[in-house]
């Protein structure tokens, strides 16, 4: 009879924190989100379960990223699985419902998209929660190879006549350059898909997202390019003679009255591209440019406010229970962007600066609202924020610079310098920068017996992905930023 007796099991704290990889190799955990140190040394999937809601309202809210245990068939490495799912279960609500729900199912089938919704939930992963700010880390470089792999089956699919998939990725594409770091990479992917969309929207067939939504979209890509710095995409790019009218205006579009964030986009692209046009008729007589309707656009803003502040349920709304982000745009956002809308059409092209004066109480009310959306937005855990909503960057900027009240001014410009967000394509870092250079140069000219003569009336800036942006003021005083 054997009396060895087995050796008993010697075994460490019980692990009760931490992700459900490290739990189940009963190893300690450094909790680090999204992903921790362990599994990525050790090249494994990392998932942390949801944290269940107590009965009490706790004083500040932990938001934890939570992959899903099923894996889809088409995804082929741990890599993959995880990026898909962080696109699935955050990136999916910086977009529309109709836009990212539709390119999700898409993804399952079209490898274009599949790989472009990859890398964009990798390099968002590495933007937001990581300390990369090169994107040389592992899973960033992955993101740029299965980007490469998007752009190659793009490509391919254009070959075939997929042009409405193009309009999809261009929108992604845009967005991923934007996000590193590459705003004139990304105004060519823009202008791609605005070319793809004068040529052809009439003919193409929507069999990923709807040509209402598309045109919405490149709606609101337009408006940046227009409406803040005052440039066009031929000057954004450095390119000469191919000025005129917005390239959406030429399509036909009805604004959808039933949706107020669409009704908001189209109303701001018609104030946008009329400023832009009066500015180019003044430095060039001989254009023709028929002027906005001001009568007309302002009823129209005030009922589009009223529907606004009467808002309905939409079924095509959804919520994301770990995060304050959800579909449709934040109240506060929309309550911006009216502001600046009402103030856009009310000051004339060629109007001096010191008509801006007249609104103070209005910069006071944006800033007081942004500081509102902002405040809510740091109850997350990110170290930096992307998202294609309407945005704070750039109306914080627009005060920046307009606004010659001392103390507004500097509030708007204290919480670009601190937000740390990408907004498309406004950088709250670069337009910090932008707005303090505006508002030295102007203060130190106002040192002496002529003061407040000297003010910047527009701001133009140049985008260079090798150098910086490079921002010219209308008095010639020439800056550039790195």
């Known amino acids: 009879m054997n009396n060895s007796r087995k050796a008993p099991r010697v075994c460490g704290s019980k692990v009760k924190t931490g992700c459900i990889t490290c739990k189940k190799r009963r190893i300690k955990c450094d909790e680090g989100r999204p992903i921790c140190q362990r ?3 050790a090249g494994r999937p ?31 490495s741990d890599e993959e699985r995880q990026s898909f799912d962080f696109f699935l279960h955050q ?4 977009f529309p419902a109709d836009f990212s729900d539709p390119v999700l199912q898409a993804a399952h089938s079209e490898e274009a998209l599949t790989h472009a919704v990859i890398s964009f939930g990798a390099l968002q992963q590495v933007y937001e929660y990581s300390d990369d700010p090169f994107f040389i880390s592992p899973l960033a470089q992955f993101a740029m190879r299965d980007y490469g792999r998007a752009l190659r089956y793009v490509r391919t699919r254009l070959g075939d006549g997929g042009r409405d998939l193009a309009l999809v990725c261009c929108v992604l594409f845009a967005c991923f350059e934007c996000m590193r770091g590459c705003p004139r990479a990304a105004v060519v992917h823009i202008k791609s898909g605005l070319d793809i969309l004068l040529r052809c929207v009439e003919g193409l067939e929507w069999n990923v997202v709807s040509r209402e939504t598309m ?28 000025r005129g009218p917005s390239i959406l205006s030429r399509i036909d579009i009805e604004c959808n009255g039933g949706d107020v964030e669409r009704s908001l986009d189209a109303v701001l692209n018609s104030i946008f591209h009329d400023r832009l046009n009066m500015a ?10 028929l002027p906005l309707d001001q009568g007309r656009t302002l009823r129209y803003l005030k009922e589009w406010h009223g529907r606004l502040m009467k808002p309905t349920p939409s079924p095509g709304r959804s919520s994301q229970p770990e995060t304050s982000y959800s579909h449709g745009e934040d109240l506060d956002l929309m309550q911006i962007w009216y502001i600046i809308g009402q103030m856009y059409v009310a000051v004339k092209a060629n109007s001096p600066e010191s008509v801006w004066d007249q609104f103070r109480t209005e910069f006071n009310t944006i800033v007081s609202l942004a500081e509102s959306y902002l405040s809510r937005m740091r109850q997350l855990s990110q170290k930096r924020a992307f998202s294609f909503d309407l945005g704070i960057v750039s109306p914080l900027y627009i005060v920046g610079v307009r606004c010659r009240d001392i103390q507004i001014r500097r509030r708007a410009i204290c919480l670009l310098e601190t937000c740390k967000r990408r907004e498309i394509l406004w950088d709250s870092t670069i337009t910090a920068m932008t707005a303090r250079q505006v508002m030295e140069f102007e203060e ?25 942006v490079s921002v010219k003021f209308a008095s010639s005083f020439r800056i550039s930023l790195a």
């Open 39 to 41: 599994c990525t040394s």
């Open 46 to 76: 990392c998932s942390y379960t949801a944290i269940p809601k107590s009965k009490s309202s706790p004083a500040l809210r932990v938001v934890v990223y939570r992959a899903p245990e099923s894996r889809s068939s088409f995804l082929t």
């Open 91 to 94: 990136t999916r609500y910086r």
């Open 215 to 242: 045109l919405s979209l490149f709606m609101r890509l337009d408006n940046q390019l227009v409406g803040l710095l005052g440039t066009s995409l031929p000057q954004t790019l450095k390119r000469d003679g191919e």
């Open 280 to 289: 180019i008729s003044i430095e060039n007589p001989s254009t023709v440019v």
């Open 444 to 468: 130190s000219s106002a040192i002496g017996p002529q003061k407040l003569r000297q003010r910047v009336k527009t701001v133009t800036a140049v985008l260079d992905d090798d150098n910086g």
